[in-house]
């Protein structure tokens, strides 16, 4: 059997949350498959600050150059590169401007965390991906970590262009109390979508990836709710995930009242509420 194939098949059966420590192994064995495997396996991210702004980063296999990599802050390579790959003028103009537009989105949405966005070119348009992160560990015994990647293709037509979006969400959740017990959820999930959308100039780049991202979060975050959310788990994964994506708090104890019987709402509510509490000591 083809190595690649099998690194891929093993890490499918691995622990999600052990991703990155398992790839860094197999390609400790196996180093001729290192930029294959580094390419097709989401991994959570990790921060990295700039030299040049002082602002975070989030590092990925696309704005990663040999062993170096370029912040979207500054556009300079860390380990610093003399011949390193960076967007021509146009698209690096239009990359500067979704960060700051997905710095206010991650604010708004997350109350905290990293987001990044880098561009390059294809022949015929661009391509790009938006990586947000927000990590909380409220105590010793409790942590959670948010990571979206979202993947994207903008193919130029007259007057429209056509989008194409991967989106990955990795989420881990762990906590332990006396009075909860002990909770360890970890996974991922991925979905695509295709949309034609009509383009007046380079801004409008900008506004149809930020709607196709954010409702393709939206999405995904109502599929995650199901998984980790069900009957018996929502009290305990609610806590976590209301510190680390604030916005869908309220969504998730309306969940509860409507799904529940009332007085195992209640019940559920303040065992949600306490979780919360011990959270934030």
């Known amino acids: 059997m083809d ?44 921060t990295r600050r700039c030299r040049k702004s002082g602002r975070d980063y989030l590092l990925c296999d696309y704005n990663r150059d040999g062993d170096s990599y370029r912040s979207p802050w500054s556009n300079e390579f860390d380990p610093p590169l003399s011949d390193g790959t960076v967007p021509s003028e146009k698209v690096r103009k239009m990359e500067e401007k979704a960060n700051e537009t997905f710095d206010i989105y991650r604010e708004l949405y997350y109350e905290g965390g990293v987001s ?42 007259a007057r429209t262009a056509h989008y194409k979006l991967t989106s990955t969400v990795i989420l881990h959740l ?74 869908i708090a309220k969504d998730v104890v309306g969940d509860l009242r409507s799904i529940a019987p009332l007085t195992e709402a209640n019940r559920d509510k303040a065992t949600h509420q306490e979780m919360i509490n011990s959270m934030k000591r």
């Open 3 to 46: 190595p690649f194939d099998s690194a891929l098949d093993l890490l499918r059966r691995l622990d999600p949350k052990h991703t990155s420590d398992n790839v860094d192994r197999i390609c400790t064995l196996v180093p001729e498959i290192t930029e294959d495997l580094l390419s097709s396996v989401d991994q959570p991210l990790e």
């Open 174 to 247: 762990s906590t332990s109390a006396d009075n909860l017990g002990e909770m360890d959820l970890s996974g991922n999930m991925t979905r695509q979508i295709e949309q034609d959308m009509p383009v007046d100039d380079d801004s409008s780049h900008i506004q149809n990836i930020g709607k196709l991202v954010e409702d393709m979060e939206l999405k995904m975050r109502n599929l995650l709710q199901e998984v980790y959310f069900g009957k018996g788990k929502l009290a305990m994964a609610a806590g976590l995930v209301s510190i680390l994506i604030p916005a």
């Open 116 to 157: 990044s966005v880098y561009f390059w070119n294809l022949d015929d348009g661009f391509a790009g991906v938006v990586l947000l992160k927000k990590s909380a560990s409220p105590t010793g015994k409790s942590e959670g970590v948010w990571d979206s990647i979202h993947v994207f293709e903008a193919i130029d037509r």
